[in-house]
C-alpha cells in the first residue's frame, strides 16, 4: 500500500511542478471556423494550467471508468469462484474432521464427515480415499476394504487401492489376499517399495520361506533393501528353509543351504550350529571344524564350542585340546574364549587354572558388565570342585539374579542349542536380519530358565530361580556334614577377610591340597 501512495504523491508533486512552471500567464484558445450549426461557438480561452487539470482528470476518469466496466464485466465469475473457494474450504474442513474423527476412534463421526468431504468435493475418487482412511483409522477395516476395492476400477486410484488394500487384508489376517494384491502392485511396479514391504511380511507370516528368498532377491535388486540387511535376512532364511527340509529326510539340500548361510553369514550361529550337525552325519566334520572356527573369529558363540565338542567327541584328549586351542587362537583376546579356556580346563581337572582364567571378569573393579547367570554357575562349579562349598553356594545364589545373555538365555548344553519354532525364525529375519544382533527367542519370549551345564548332566525341564537356590542349598547341607567344623570356621573367616576372588585366588594358590 505504500508504494502506492508514494508514486500518487511522485505524480501530484510533478504535476504541481508542471503548472507552476507554465504560470498563468499562457493561454489556449480554441475556435470553431463553423458559421452556423451545432459546431458553431464562440472562442474559449483556457490558461495552460487549466488545460493540464482538465487533462489529468480526464485520463483519471477514462481509467476509473474502464476499470469499472472490467470490474462487472468479471463480477459473474468472480461470484463463482468465491462460491467454489467457500465450498472448497468446508471440503478441506470436512476432510480435516473425518480423519481427526477416526484418529480418536468416533467411527460414526468419521463416516458423516468423510461422506460431507465426498459431497462437496465432487470427486469420486478423493472422496473414496477420505472415507478409507477414515475408516481405517476407526479399526474398521471391512468398511476400509470395501472402499479400496472400489478404488480398483479407477486408473487413477488403482495403485492407491492395492496398497490400502494389501495393508488392511494383511492386518485382517488374509495373508493370501494381501500377497494377490502386493504381488500385483510389484510386479506393475518395480519402485513400489511398500509392496516389497508387505509381501516380505506376509510370506514371512505365511512360513514361506522359499518364496520370502525370492521377494527378498527381488527387494536387492531393486535397491529396496540395503545389501548387510538383505544377507542377513537371506542367513535366517536359509537356515529356516534347512531346518524345515531336514525333518523331510532331505539332509543333502538341507546341508547345503545351511552351509551356504554360514559361509554369507558366519556370525549368524544358528545357521553354523545346524551346519556342523548335518556335516557331521555326512561324514564331514573336518569341513564343519572349519566353519565354527570362521564363525568364532567373526563373532563368538557359546553354542559354537558345543557343536565343536559334538564333532571331537570320542577323539584323545590330546586331540580334543587341540582342537580347542585352534579355536581359541581365532579370537584370543574374546570373553567367550576365556570362558571355553575354562570349561575345558574344568573339564581336565584344573581347577586353580581355570579360576585364573575367570578371575578377570570375576572381580569387583573388572571392565565387563556385570557377571551372567552362565559365568556366575562357571565359577559356582570350580569354587565346588575346589571343595569350597560356601564360595560355591554364593556364585549359584549370585547366578540366580544375575543377567541373562541374550544370544544364548543359559539353555542345557545337552540338549539343543536353537530348538526354533517357525515362529521363532520368523522373528530373527527382523530381529537379527535388520540389526544384526541375535536375540534367543527364549530370551525375547521370556520364557522361563532353564540351568545351565557343563559337565555333569541335568534335567532338560524348566526350573525356577527357587528350584536353582534350593538344589545346591541341598547340596551345601550335605557337604557340610563331611567338613571338619573347626576348618569351616577358619574358612569363612578367610573368605570374609578377602576383598574379591581374586584375593582369594592368591590364598589358594599358597595352600597345599
Known amino acids: 500500500m505504500t508504494k502506492y501512495v508514494m508514486a500518487f504523491l511522485i505524480c501530484l508533486a510533478a504535476l504541481a511542478g508542471l503548472m507552476l512552471y507554465v504560470g498563468d500567464d499562457a493561454t489556449l484558445t480554441l475556435t470553431s471556423s463553423a458559421q452556423s450549426g451545432v459546431l458553431m461557438m464562440n472562442p474559449i480561452v483556457l490558461t495552460w494550467q487549466a488545460v493540464i487539470v482538465l487533462g489529468t482528470v480526464g485520463v483519471v476518469s477514462l481509467i476509473l471508468i474502464w476499470s469499472l466496466i472490467s470490474w462487472l464485466w468479471r463480477l459473474p465469475s468472480r461470484i463463482r469462484s468465491g462460491v467454489g473457494l467457500r465450498r472448497r474450504n468446508q471440503a478441506l474442513d470436512a476432510m480435516e474432521e473425518a480423519l481427526l474423527a477416526g484418529a480418536d476412534g468416533d467411527a460414526s463421526k468419521a463416516r458423516k464427515k468423510a461422506e460431507r468431504a465426498r459431497t462437496l468435493i465432487g470427486s469420486e475418487d478423493l472422496g473414496r480415499i477420505v472415507s478409507a482412511q477414515s475408516a481405517e483409522a476407526c479399526g474398521d477395516n471391512t468398511e476400509a476394504a470395501s472402499h479400496y476395492t472400489a478404488m480398483l476400477t479407477s486408473e487413477k486410484t488403482r495403485s492407491t487401492g ?17 500377497i494377490e494384491h502386493a504381488q500385483e502392485a510389484y510386479d506393475s511396479n518395480k519402485n513400489a517399495r511398500w509392496a516389497f514391504d508387505i509381501l516380505f511380511q506376509a510370506q514371512l507370516a505365511d512360513y514361506n520361506w522359499g518364496q520370502a528368498l525370492e521377494v527378498l532377491d527381488q527387494g536387492e535388486k531393486r535397491k529396496h533393501i540395503s545389501k548387510d540387511v538383505a544377507r542377513r535376512r537371506r542367513a535366517v532364511l536359509l537356515a529356516a528353509e534347512a531346518d524345515r527340509i ?15 548361510a554360514s559361509t554369507t553369514t558366519p556370525e549368524f550361529s544358528p545357521a553354523v550350529a545346524l551346519s556342523a550337525k548335518l556335516l557331521k552325519i555326512a561324514g564331514e566334520s573336518k569341513k564343519a571344524i572349519n566353519l565354527i572356527e570362521k564363525a568364532w573369529a567373526k563373532k563368538p558363540h557359546p553354542a559354537l564350542s558345543l557343536a565343536l565338542y559334538d564333532l571331537i567327541e570320542g577323539e584323545s584328549k590330546r586331540t580334543r585340546g587341540k582342537r580347542i586351542d585352534a579355536l581359541v587362537r581365532t579370537n584370543p583376546n574374546h570373553k567367550e574364549s576365556h570362558m571355553l579356556q575354562a570349561e575345558e580346563k574344568l573339564r581336565d581337572e584344573d581347577y586353580v587354572a581355570a579360576l585364573s582364567v575367570l578371575a578377570p571378569y570375576l572381580t569387583l573393579d573388572s571392565e565387563e558388565a556385570a557377571p551372567s547367570a552362565r559365568l556366575c554357575q562357571l565359577a ?19 547366578s540366580a539374579t544375575a543377567p541373562l545373555e541374550p544370544d544364548w538365555s543359559d539353555l542345557d548344553p545337552e540338549g539343543e542349542a536353537f530348538d526354533y519354532s517357525d515362529a521363532d525364525w520368523r522373528r530373527l529375519a527382523f530381529s537379527f536380519g535388520d540389526t544384526g544382533e541375535l536375540i534367543h527367542p527364549r530370551y525375547e519370549t521370556g520364557a522361563s530358565r532353564r540351568r545351565a551345564g557343563l559337565l555333569e548332566e541335568h534335567s532338560s525341564q524348566d526350573e525356577t530361580e527357587e528350584d536353582v537356590i534350593r538344589d545346591f542349598e541341598d547340596i551345601q547341607n550335605t557337604d557340610r556334614t563331611e567338613i571338619d567344623v573347626e576348618e569351616e570356621v577358619v574358612l569363612s573367616d578367610e573368605i570374609v577377610s578377602k576383598d574379591d576372588l581374586s584375593a582369594r585366588l592368591d590364598s589358594l594358590l599358597d595352600k597345599p591340597k
Open 246 to 260: 531336514v525333518e523331510s529326510g532331505q539332509s543333502k539340500l538341507a546341508t547345503e543351504l545351511a552351509v551356504k
Open 380 to 398: 559356582g562349579q570350580i569354587e565346588e570342585k575346589l571343595g569350597n562349598m560356601s564360595d560355591a553356594r554364593l556364585w549359584y545364589e549370585r
Open 162 to 178: 492395492q496398497h490400502g488394500l494389501a495393508r488392511t487384508l494383511m492386518a485382517c489376517g488374509d495373508i493370501h489376499g494381501a
